[in-house]
């Protein structure tokens, strides 16, 4: 949990934001949802004596939907999120409780990860390495956004993606395959 944690202040710290911790835990809601997740997920993946456990859910759940009407962003426990992930802005981050995202991940405001139905199957989204996805992206159903994956702003993603693919619009379509090396630094 805390070597993810450090991992997501790292990215926050890589973008110029170099104030002392509490001031930058403070400023960045973006980094209480991280925060929170990371908390939920090493809840989930440590099991605590039964009574404890109750006790310590209760007051974990109660964070975790302040932290979700505070901040405007939902990310369930359940996820699986690789370390580094950055949420630089406020708001309307919505990530279904079955993604599965890869390391050194940025999100926009407005993005959604969600279920959806492709061709017939029902699912959820995964997300490879350095995926960078713009305001308001919408990556819907049973695809998977290769590593390097940049997907524009406001686009609706229904389709899986290959290496470094650049998609935009309604449906995403690919541009290019100049991958996401000009927004999340290495």
Not at 24 to 37: D, I, K, S
Not at 39 to 65: I, N, Q, T
Not at 179 to 185: F, H, L, P, Q, V
Request: proline letters at 5%.
């Amino acid at each position: 949990m805390f070597e993810h944690l450090r991992a997501d202040i790292g990215r926050l710290r890589e973008y110029g934001n170099h104030s002392p911790l509490p001031w930058l835990y403070f400023r960045h809601q973006g980094l209480w949802a991280c925060a929170c997740y990371r908390a939920g997920r090493w809840l989930s993946d440590h099991r605590l004596w039964p009574g404890l456990r109750h006790l310590v859910m209760v007051f974990y759940h109660l964070w975790w939907k302040w932290t979700e009407v505070c901040t405007g962003i939902s990310i369930s426990p359940d996820c699986r999120i690789g370390p580094g992930l950055y949420i630089g802005h406020f708001g309307g981050i919505i990530l279904h409780t079955d993604v599965v995202m890869g390391k050194r991940c940025n999100l926009s405001q407005g993005v959604t990860l969600g279920l959806a139905c492709v061709d017939g199957k029902w699912g959820v989204p995964t997300v490879g390495d350095r995926v960078y996805i713009a305001p308001g992206a919408k990556v819907i159903g049973p695809i998977h956004l290769a590593d390097g994956t940049v997907v524009g702003a406001n686009a609706v993603v229904t389709r899986g993606t290959q290496e470094n693919a650049t998609v935009v619009g309604i449906p995403a379509k690919e541009i290019n395959r100049d991958g996401s090396g000009e927004y999340i630094r290495v």
